[in-house]
């Protein structure tokens, strides 16, 4: 078992960024892909992008990519999202998700078994 807790979040201007961090705990860390998702007001919840168990693997939705970059760094239980030239529609609450045993990165989140609380995003226009 894993517990996530996301960091980072915050207000900014567009065209700005922003790092947001998942903090995982559990020894088994290094076993799990973890994947971001958000979500809007009145919207569901969506897949930004996901990193595999070494980091060398990363997948990204087409609205967030060339923006977002995922890292991970296995000897801090810590996997990072960083957001350059933001938009006001990436506005959202950001979830860190995991999901054992590496593979194929999901965009499922039903894929997903563990989830952190989230972090609140807000570009302003």
């Known amino acids: 078992q894993v517990q996530l807790v996301e960091s980072g979040g915050g207000l900014v201007q567009a065209g700005g960024s922003l790092r947001v961090s998942c903090a995982a705990s559990?020894?088994?860390?290094?076993?799990?892909?973890i994947g971001w998702f958000r979500q809007a007001p009145g919207k569901e919840r969506e897949f930004a992008g996901a990193?595999?168990?070494?980091?060398?693997?990363?997948y990204y939705a087409d609205s967030v990519k060339g923006r977002f970059t995922i890292s991970r760094d296995n000897a801090k239980n810590t996997v990072y999202l960083q957001m350059n030239s933001l938009k006001p529609e990436d506005t959202a609450v950001y979830y860190c998700?995991?999901?054992?045993?590496?593979?194929?990165?999901?965009?499922?989140?039903?894929?997903?078994?563990?989830w952190g609380q989230g972090t609140q995003v807000t570009v302003s226009s």
């Open positions: 998700a995991a999901r054992p045993g590496g593979g194929t990165l999901r965009t499922d989140p039903d894929q997903y078994d563990y």
């Open positions: 559990g020894r088994s860390f290094i076993w799990y892909n």
């Open positions: 990193i595999g168990l070494s980091g060398t693997s990363t």
